[in-house]
């Protein structure tokens, strides 16, 4: 809305000097008052609060064309959520982009030393956040596998059936599914920093959303200050290299071992190789089991309870645990909004004509947990087949913009490697840091106070603070174990079986 004083000033100028050039303005403030209400709606204010201090938060709806190539598109209303600075004089405002595809952006902060001198703004991630949403019970059910065989070509071509036909579906609905990729997303975040009236703005993105930075910063130099990727994900790797996971899997072996506590490595062969057909009245499914196993490896406690379920398998034959782990997938599988997930990933990675089935199984099979999580996307990969975002954005490219990469050494679903060999030689302005014994998703949780340290001093002065930082303990006996939760919650598990 237009301050009253600016209307009031423009009426006065007007009358005192009989120029209607002041009238003329003062009807295009109206009309960009006008179109910025009707693109920001519903937007209310409240009070919370964030480590014992208070803060403005506002929650409301920007509406987008899905499709800003076609006159008269279906609009899309997507969730916006601004938590204020706390300071009198705010810098560069920080836009969050979190991780997925397939997951919400809407999510909020602990971070108040970031908070002291920017506002921190949500962008929901269309197809995912407000009015459509890409999924449904039956694109979930199918991503859970057939007959206890999550990655067999009947289950994977079980999956790319439901992946056409969902999209399909949703196409004769008139949902124009290729306008539901990375760079639809960018439009979103742009046209919404446009409409707040933010100048320059700085993007904190983590895992997926750091993708998103990265072509944001692409497309739209001229609007981004500093950007920090935690977590990165250069172009070409929403694929996962199943010989990657092996050499982390290593490390974790090295950690083990060190302390005394066995090969995690032999532990998990000798589960697999001895493997029963069922725990309990359940079957087992191993390719799901190595799915969860590459997905705990994204966190250090879920970590260590994994390593400690095959640990109890190998040496004490018993497969609670492990059982646990397929229904945790099963549960995981649920929640993920997988239209997303294809639309997002596919449109920029997929190589057109690639068999990704056949690579992943040649080279992923002689690896301790096969090609899991990429052999149940990429097989099936097929199911996109719409359009690609342009072929610019699809490969590296130099950015001029300063940036901080944060990465963790043991870090599976985006390796350090990758953002220090392919990603650092294109920023030239880029820094990167990489904390010890950190997995992916401990990134941003291990050691919060020294993480938001890091980053807003970045943000406040293009330089990395990392002198909070301690050496990270990894505790190898967890008090949570799986195959309690398996055995104690049974009667929930069959409950949760007989309704699923």
């Not at 000033?9 to 003329?24: A, E, N």
């Not at 991503?143 to 036909?165: C, P």
């Not at 190789?273 to 390719?287: A, C, R």
Request: aromatic fraction near 12%; hydrophobic fraction near 40%; charged fraction near 25%.
């Amino acid at each position: 809305m237009v301050p009253g004083c600016y209307i009031i000033l423009c009426l006065i100028l007007s009358y005192m000097t009989h120029r209607p050039r002041y009238i003329i303005l003062f009807i295009l403030l109206i009309q960009v008052s006008s179109i910025a209400s009707q693109s920001l709606t519903g937007l209310k204010s409240k009070t919370i609060k964030i480590d014992n201090l208070m803060f403005i938060r506002q929650d409301g709806f920007i509406e987008v064309p899905e499709d800003r190539e076609k006159n008269g598109s279906r609009m899309l209303k997507l969730p916006v959520r601004i938590i204020k600075s706390s300071g009198d004089v705010s810098k560069e405002p920080v836009f969050y982009l979190d991780g997925g595809p397939g997951g919400t952006n809407i999510s909020s902060t602990t971070n108040t030393l970031l908070l002291q001198n920017h506002d921190l703004i949500f962008v929901g991630y269309r197809g995912v956040d407000g009015s459509t949403i890409l999924t449904n019970k039956k694109l979930g059910k199918a991503m859970m596998g057939k007959d206890n065989q999550l990655l067999s070509n009947e289950s994977i071509d079980n999956i790319t059936t439901a992946i056409r036909l969902y999209f399909g579906q949703q196409e004769s609905k008139g949902i124009n599914i290729s306008s539901y990729t990375i760079m639809d997303v960018i439009e979103d975040l742009e046209y919404t920093r446009k409409t707040l009236g933010y100048g320059k703005i700085n993007l904190l993105g983590f895992s997926y959303g750091t993708r998103v930075a990265l072509l944001y910063s692409h497309k739209y130099p001229e609007s981004i200050n500093r950007i920090v990727l935690a977590g990165a994900n250069p172009p070409g790797h929403f694929y996962w290299f199943p010989e990657k996971t092996d050499q982390i899997l290593k490390m974790w072996d090295d950690l083990y071992k060190a302390r005394s506590k066995g090969s995690v490595i032999e532990a998990m062969k000798k589960a697999f190789d001895s493997m029963p057909e069922k725990w309990s009245f359940y079957k087992l499914d191993k390719d799901k089991i190595k799915c969860t196993a590459f997905l705990f490896m994204s966190q250090n406690d879920m970590a260590v309870m994994m390593f400690d379920s095959f640990f109890r398998a190998a040496d004490k034959n018993d497969y609670s645990g492990l059982y646990a782990l397929s229904l945790f997938f099963d549960m995981a599988m649920k929640k993920i909004v997988w239209g997303d997930m294809y639309s997002k990933g596919a449109s920029a990675d997929m190589v057109i004509g690639k068999d990704y089935r056949a690579i992943l199984r040649d080279s992923g099979n002689s690896t301790v947990l096969g090609p899991n999580m990429s052999l149940l996307l990429w097989g099936s990969i097929d199911g996109w087949n719409k359009s690609l975002i342009p072929e610019e954005y699809r490969k590296m490219r130099v950015s001029m913009i300063e940036t901080l990469i944060v990465s963790g050494d043991l870090d599976v679903p985006t390796p350090t490697d990758f953002a220090r060999e392919e990603l650092l030689p294109y920023l030239p302005e880029g820094q990167h840091v990489t904390l010890k014994d950190i997995s992916h998703g401990d990134i941003q949780t291990s050691q919060p106070e020294a993480y938001y340290n890091m980053i807003t001093s970045f943000f406040d002065t293009g330089k990395a603070d990392t002198t909070l930082y301690k050496p990270q303990e990894i505790d190898l006996d967890p008090d949570r174990k799986l195959y309690k939760i398996a055995k104690w919650g049974y009667p929930a598990i069959v409950i949760y079986n007989w309704f699923n």
